[in-house]
C-alpha cells in the first residue's frame, strides 16, 4: 500500500520543480526527454497523481488556497468575522465588507493554486497517453483520479471567479497564454466527475478517492447548476450504494464532534477530504491554513497559543437558538432585541477586552453550537473551560467567540500537531470537502424541488437526530453534566407542509450542520439570496462591531464572484482575460 501522505511530500517538492506553472499564471513545461523518462512509466505517473493530491492542500503557502475555505466561504457567509484585532492580516478585512480588489495578491495565490492543480492534472493525463508499462485498467482509473481532481480544481474557480480559462491536457503550452476566460465551465466539470465515476473503483487507497466521492461531487456540480432532477439521480445513488474508500458503507457518526478530531480521520462520514501530514519538514503538509485560527495567547491551557482569528459572528451563535420544542427560529428572530433579553444576552462595545460586556445565552440552544463554537465558560474540547477575554484578542473588533471545529486536542499535543514552526497550531486533520451530512441536505434541496417532501424532511430529520444524541452533548468535567440548556427535536410534517416552508427548513440546517467549514457564502449565491442574507448580516453585526462593518455592504450583481486577479489580466491583456461585471 502506499504511503500516500509521505508520497504526497514528496511528489509535491517533484512537481513544483518538474511540471509546475511559474509565478505568471499556467505556463506548463513542455514535456521534455528527461521528463518523460522520469515519468513514463507507472511508478512515474502515480508520482504525478500524488502530486495533484497534494494541490487539494494549497500550493504556495497562502492561507486562501486552503481547502476549507474559511475566508471566502465562511467570514464571507457570514459566519465567522476575521477575528483578532484590525492591524493583524489587515489584507483580509475588504473582503469581510465586501470590498476585495483585483490588485489583492491573496486572491491572485488563489487563482494560481487552483490553476497549479488544473496543470498537474493534466499532466498526468499527457503522461498516460505516452505512457510504456501501464496496462489498460491502470490508465483508466489513473485517469479517473486526475480528472476528478481536475473537476474539483475546476469546480472551486467556478464558485469563486465564474469565468476563467478553460484548458485541457490537449492544450499546448504556448497556447495557454491566449485561452480567454469563459462562463461556460460546467460542461468540462460534469464531464471530469462522470467520467471519474465510470472508471474508479469503489475500494482504494485511504486518502485518494473512490467513484462515489465522484458520484456525489457530480450531484454538488449539478445542483448548483439548477439541475435539480439529475441531483436527485446522482444522490440517490450515493445515499444507496456509496461506500468510503475501505468499503463502509456512507453513515453519519454517532459523535459529532468526532468528524474533527485526527485520530478518527478516514470515517465513515468521509466522502471527499484532504489528507494532513505532521512532521515531515514542511508544516504546508499540516493544516497550514488553520495555523492563524486558534483561540488567542492561549499559552499552556490551550491550542495554538496564537492568533485569534476566524471568530464566529455574533449571528451564528444566535442562530444555534431553539424554540421551547427544539426547533431552530426559522423566521430570523433569533436576531431579535427580544430574543436577546429573553436569553439573557448581552453584547455591548466597551474599551479594551472585558467580558463584562458579553454575558452567554440561558435560553434554549442547539447542542450543536458547542462543538462548533469556543464559548465563554463551556469546556473547550479537553482543555480549559473557554476563559472569555483572555483568549480573545479584542472583543469590541471580532465579537466574544473562538473557533472550535478542526482544533486539536491537548493528549495530542506533538503527536497529532507539528510545532517544528513559528506556532503549535499545524495540526494534523483531514478537512472533508464533502461529508455525508452535506450529501444528505443537497439530497433534500433536490428532493423539495422533486415535490418529495416527506423525503425531504427524513434526510434532514437524519442530521438532527444525530446532534439529538445526548450522550455526547458537551458536558461539564464530571461528564454527566451537560454545558448549556440544549433542547432539539426533529422536524413534523406541517413545516414540511409546503415548497417554501420546507426549503426554508433545509437551508437552515445547512447553517447549522456544517457552520465554519466553508459552504455558506457559495450556498447563498447559488440561491440567490446573498445580498438579502448578508446585508441583513452586516446590518445586525454592525450593531456591536461598529468599527468593523460600519458602511459595509454587499452588492448585488457584483459580490456574488470574486474579481479577476488584476495581475493576471496584465500578464495575459485584458484582451484575452476580461474581468467579472462591477470591479
Request: hydrophobic fraction near 40%; proline fraction near 4%.
Amino acid at each position: 500500500m502506499i504511503n500516500f501522505k509521505k508520497m504526497t511530500v514528496i511528489m509535491g517538492a517533484f512537481l513544483m520543480i518538474g511540471v509546475s506553472c511559474s509565478d505568471e499564471f499556467l505556463e506548463v513545461l513542455p514535456t521534455g526527454s528527461l521528463a518523460d523518462a522520469q515519468v513514463g512509466t507507472k511508478a512515474g505517473i502515480d508520482g504525478l497523481l500524488v502530486g495533484t493530491y497534494s494541490a487539494l492542500n494549497g500550493v504556495f503557502g497562502n492561507r486562501f488556497e486552503g481547502p476549507n475555505h474559511w475566508i471566502t466561504g465562511s467570514i464571507m457567509g457570514g459566519e465567522a468575522n476575521k477575528g483578532t484585532d484590525a492591524g493583524d492580516y489587515s489584507a483580509i478585512n475588504p473582503f469581510q465588507r465586501y470590498e476585495q480588489n483585483p490588485t489583492s495578491g491573496d486572491l491572485n495565490n488563489l487563482w494560481r493554486g487552483r490553476f497549479e492543480g488544473v496543470s498537474r492534472a493534466n499532466a498526468v493525463l499527457r503522461a498516460l497517453a505516452l505512457a510504456t508499462d501501464v496496462s489498460a485498467a491502470d490508465a483508466a482509473q489513473m485517469a479517473g483520479e486526475a480528472r476528478m481532481l481536475r473537476g474539483h480544481f475546476y469546480f472551486d474557480l467556478k464558485k469563486h471567479f465564474n469565468s476563467v480559462p478553460l484548458i485541457d491536457e490537449n492544450v499546448e503550452a504556448v497556447d495557454i497564454p491566449t485561452v480567454p476566460n469563459t462562463p461556460d465551465l460546467w460542461g468540462q466539470i460534469e464531464s471530469d466527475f462522470q467520467f471519474a465515476f465510470d472508471n474508479l473503483p469503489a475500494t482504494t487507497d485511504a486518502g485518494r478517492n473512490n467513484k462515489w466521492a465522484a458520484k456525489a461531487y457530480l450531484g454538488k456540480a449539478q445542483l448548483f447548476q439548477g439541475k435539480f432532477a439529475a441531483a436527485k439521480a446522482s444522490f440517490d445513488d450515493v445515499i444507496a450504494n456509496g461506500v468510503t474508500p475501505s468499503g463502509d458503507a456512507y453513515a453519519l457518526l454517532d459523535d459529532y464532534s468526532q468528524i474533527y478530531n485526527a485520530e478518527n480521520d478516514n470515517h465513515a462520514e468521509a466522502v471527499m477530504d484532504v489528507e494532513a501530514a505532521n512532521n515531515t519538514g514542511s508544516t504546508q503538509n499540516a493544516n497550514y491554513f488553520d495555523d492563524l485560527n486558534y483561540p488567542y495567547n492561549t499559552g499552556p491551557d490551550g491550542p495554538g497559543n496564537c492568533c485569534g482569528f476566524f471568530q464566529p459572528s455574533i449571528a451564528l451563535g444566535n442562530a444555534f437558538r431553539t424554540d421551547a420544542g427544539g426547533l431552530p427560529l426559522l423566521d430570523g428572530s433569533y436576531n431579535d432585541a427580544a430574543n436577546e433579553v429573553a436569553n439573557n444576552f448581552k453584547h455591548v462595545v466597551v474599551d479594551g477586552n472585558d467580558e463584562a460586556s458579553f454575558v452567554e445565552d440561558a435560553g434554549n440552544l442547539d447542542p450543536r453550537i458547542d462543538h462548533s463554537i469556543g464559548r465563554m465558560g463551556i469546556p473547550y474540547l479537553d482543555w480549559i473551560d473557554h476563559p472569555g477575554s483572555a483568549w480573545i484578542r479584542s472583543f469590541p473588533y471580532a465579537g466574544p467567540y473562538s473557533p472550535k471545529k478542526y482544533i486539536y486536542y491537548k493528549t495530542q499535543e506533538n503527536s497529532l500537531t507539528d510545532g517544528s514552526s513559528w506556532t503549535r497550531g499545524y495540526s494534523l486533520m483531514n478537512y472533508t470537502i464533502i461529508r455525508f451530512a452535506d450529501v444528505l441536505l443537497m439530497a433534500a434541496e433536490a428532493e423539495i424541488e422533486a415535490g418529495s417532501l416527506a423525503k425531504a424532511m427524513e434526510y434532514t430529520n437524519m442530521v438532527r437526530a444525530r446532534a439529538a444524541l445526548s450522550e455526547h452533548w458537551v458536558k461539564e468535567a464530571d461528564g454527566v453534566t451537560n454545558s448549556a440548556n440544549y433542547v432539539i427535536s426533529e422536524y413534523t410534517a406541517a413545516q414540511f407542509a409546503d415548497k417554501a416552508s420546507a426549503t426554508t427548513a433545509v437551508r437552515f440546517e445547512r447553517k447549522l450542520e456544517l457552520s465554519g467549514e466553508g459552504h455558506a457564502f457559495f450556498d447563498l449565491v447559488r440561491w440567490g439570496i446573498a445580498a438579502a442574507e448578508l446585508n441583513t448580516y452586516l446590518a445586525y453585526e454592525s450593531q456591536y462591531l461598529v468599527t468593523k462593518f460600519g458602511g459595509a455592504s454587499f452588492t448585488s450583481g457584483k459580490n456574488e464572484y470574486f474579481p479577476i486577479p488584476q495581475t493576471q489580466i496584465d500578464i495575459q491583456g485584458s484582451d484575452v482575460l476580461s474581468q467579472n461585471p462591477g470591479y
